[in-house]
């Protein structure tokens, strides 16, 4: 999940698209790789843990000791807090390896039926770059507002560069959040968005409040609302991923 745009619905959509596949029974990773260390809000995780897969590179341990598993069933990797100097080191680290963060990811020896999600930060940082290059399906996460549709293009160019023509790249798909066909403004921008995607893969995930509320209950709306607007609208988001770029479970 990536966007160069903060707070449009990135960890929200990584933790409920998690959650749609994981009842269909696929065994499911949700990865938070945001220096922020927020997706862990989403599953309800214990504020005062500060473990997470980053401090484990750090010192060379394996990743797979920062899986923790929470009550759906999902193995959630928090990237833990690290302090200023953790955090350049890290970023150093980063710098020198291109795909540091692709190898990590082998290193938990996912099978063709495992699936991960990645929570990237917001933005062209040396972060999106390795969500970006360790990535087979891309999902941009916009608004349907003024600045996720200017932002657009150049998170065209972001997968161009690291994605595009790459032996294991499946595929991008463009998730416009917080839908308001009320609102004259937003219903253009997203027809708009639509006009330039056209031939893309596109789903969309409507405004709803049972979407924050979930969150501030730790949890996800397919947990806490079942019948919302907003958790039709990823079950139908999350199956559109499954047609178009990840085909059946084997
Ligand atoms: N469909 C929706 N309807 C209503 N509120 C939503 C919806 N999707 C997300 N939100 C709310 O928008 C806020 C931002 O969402 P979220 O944290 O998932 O964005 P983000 O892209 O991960 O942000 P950041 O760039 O800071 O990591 C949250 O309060 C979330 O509950
Ligand atoms: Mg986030």
Excluded: W
Excluded at 82 to 107: M, R, S
Excluded at 130 to 148: G, R
């Amino acid at each position: 999940m990536f966007s160069t745009k903060g707070g449009v619905g990135k960890s929200t959509a990584t933790a409920n698209f998690g959650t749609v596949m994981q009842l269909e029974d696929r065994k499911v990773y949700a990865m938070d790789y945001d220096p922020n260390n927020t997706l862990r809000f989403h599953y309800g995780l214990n504020q005062s843990d500060t473990n997470g897969h980053a401090s484990l590179s750090l010192q060379g341990s394996p990743i797979k000791n920062a899986v923790t598993t929470i009550d759906n069933g999902t193995f959630v990797l928090p990237f833990g807090e690290l302090t200023e100097d953790q955090l350049n080191q890290y970023q150093e680290k980063l710098l020198q390896d291109p795909f540091f963060l692709k190898k990590q990811i082998d290193t938990l020896g996912l099978s063709h039926d495992e699936i991960l999600f990645i929570d990237a930060p917001s933005g062209s940082t040396i972060f999106t770059q390795q969500v970006l290059n360790a990535a087979h399906v891309s999902v941009v996460v916009m608004l349907a507002d003024a600045a996720s549709y200017l932002t657009l293009e150049g998170s065209l160019k972001l997968i161009n560069k690291h994605c595009i023509g790459r032996k294991d790249y499946l595929g991008t798909m463009y998730l416009v959040n917080q839908i308001q066909r009320k609102y004259e403004l937003n219903s253009d921008i997203f027809d708009m968005v639509q006009l330039q995607l056209e031939n893309h893969i596109i789903a969309e995930v409507h405004q709803d409040q049972c979407v924050p509320e979930a969150l501030a209950r730790g949890t996800n709306v397919l947990t806490d609302a079942p019948e919302s607007l907003a958790t039709q609208d990823f079950i139908d988001a999350a199956q559109t991923m499954e047609s178009f770029l990840l085909g059946p479970i084997v």
